[in-house]
């Protein structure tokens, strides 16, 4: 029944480091989105797409990057990781049109050391 | 800029012990009110939409209502298993620019058996 897939529950980079975080939805959503969650702050917009090759910057874009070749992937990447991404990074969908509930998934705790 | 303020930051509740949640709310037009649950360590998981003021949804022991301002979250005799963050988000009308939703920072619910 899992409808959003993130690739990893856990991961653990160096300083410097490219990291690729992978969210796969299976409900054929046209709306994809990048947030990051910390204490205190919220659930915070990093990207966003509403269709494939399609990309938005949300609030805070800054050191992040995406990619949506196909429908049902949307991939967030670090380009050189910094210990204040330390976080956990959670990927929704949604269909497009009138206001949906997005679905999420069960997020990435990264830990930059 | 939307905002979104949930308060109270915690509550604690023993078992059977009605209270409610509040969401206050800035957005230009409406589209949309969200509420969430979220257990620890997992994703957000929706729970209601609300369109317009003077909505109502219910969903066992959760009742959602909405005013202009605000949403409450009522919960009726809570269980130890109603237990989780509560979200409150908000989306607003494409037309202004602006159809990203909006999340508020969260009340954690305890209830005690």
């Known amino acids: 029944d899992v409808k959003v897939t993130q690739s990893s529950r856990y991961l653990v980079k160096r300083t410097g480091e490219k990291v690729f975080l992978e969210c796969v939805q299976d409900?054929?959503?046209?709306?994809m989105f990048w947030y990051r969650q910390d204490p205190g702050l919220g659930l915070r917009l990093i990207y966003f797409?509403?269709?494939?090759?399609?990309?938005e910057k949300g609030d805070i874009p800054e050191g992040y990057s995406v990619s949506r070749e196909k429908k049902e992937r949307f991939s967030l990447i670090l380009e050189s990781a910094s210990t204040n991404q330390t976080s956990m990074y959670l990927c929704a969908s949604s269909r497009s049109g009138t206001a949906y509930g997005y679905t999420f998934g069960s997020g990435t705790r990264l830990t930059v050391v | 800029e939307d905002q979104v303020t949930q308060s109270p930051e915690a509550l604690r509740l023993q078992e059977g012990e009605s209270s409610s949640l509040n969401c206050s709310y800035t957005?230009?037009?409406?589209?949309?009110l969200f509420w969430y649950r979220q257990d620890p360590g997992k994703g957000p998981e929706f729970l209601f939409t609300?369109?317009?003021a003077g909505e109502e949804k219910e969903k066992e022991r959760l009742k959602a209502t909405l005013t202009k301002k605000e949403s409450f979250l009522h919960i009726t005799a809570p269980k130890p298993e109603d237990s989780a963050t509560y979200l409150c988000?908000?989306?607003?009308?494409?037309?202004?620019?602006?159809?990203?939703?909006?999340f508020g920072a969260g009340t954690r619910l305890t209830v005690k058996p």
């Open positions: 609300l369109y317009s």
């Open positions: 797409s509403y269709d494939v090759k399609m990309k």
């Open positions: 409900m054929d959503h046209e709306n």
């Open positions: 957005v230009s037009g409406l589209r949309g």
């Open positions: 988000a908000v989306q607003g009308h494409p037309q202004y620019n602006n159809n990203d939703m909006r």
